[in-house]
């Protein structure tokens, strides 16, 4: 099982950064991929996160700015992030819930999550 995060890089705020997320090894559709953020020196927040359908749920600051989907047929899920700010800096981590019933909307609690990428660094300039 693995998953892997990619597409960071440095961009002006107000920018747009498209990440994605690739799986191996297991089934992807039947998991919630959900994507988190840390910052050094602080905890790890969770950012956005999709079920196995097309129910999603995002942190607050992000509302409206991040778009997350997925391409079950790809075995990738994808952060959209428009309106960069400074303050979304971070190294952002794609991470999979296999546990989820079909129904269920995606979970916030990182714990819930079995299988993590390594994360891959955003850094937004004022």
């Known amino acids: 099982v693995q998953l892997q995060a990619y597409g960071g890089g440095l961009v002006e705020a107000g920018g747009s950064l498209s990440l994605s997320c690739e799986a191996s090894?297991?089934?992807?559709?039947?998991?919630?991929i959900g994507w988190f953020r840390q910052v050094p020196g602080k905890e790890r927040e969770f950012v956005a996160a999709?079920?196995?359908?097309?129910?999603?749920r995002y942190l607050e600051s992000v509302q409206g700015r991040f778009t997350v989907s997925r391409d079950n047929a790809k075995k990738r899920a994808y952060l959209q992030m428009d309106m960069l700010k400074p303050e979304d800096t971070a190294v952002y981590y794609c991470?999979?819930?296999?546990?989820?019933?079909?129904?269920?909307?995606?979970?916030?609690?990182?714990?819930?999550?079995?299988?993590w990428g390594q994360g891959t660094q955003v850094t937004v300039s004022s």
């Open positions: 999709i079920n196995r359908g097309t129910t999603t």
């Open positions: 991470a999979a819930d296999q546990n989820i019933i079909l129904s269920s909307p995606p979970r916030l609690d990182q714990g819930a999550y079995d299988y």
């Open positions: 090894g297991w089934i992807f559709s039947r998991a919630a």
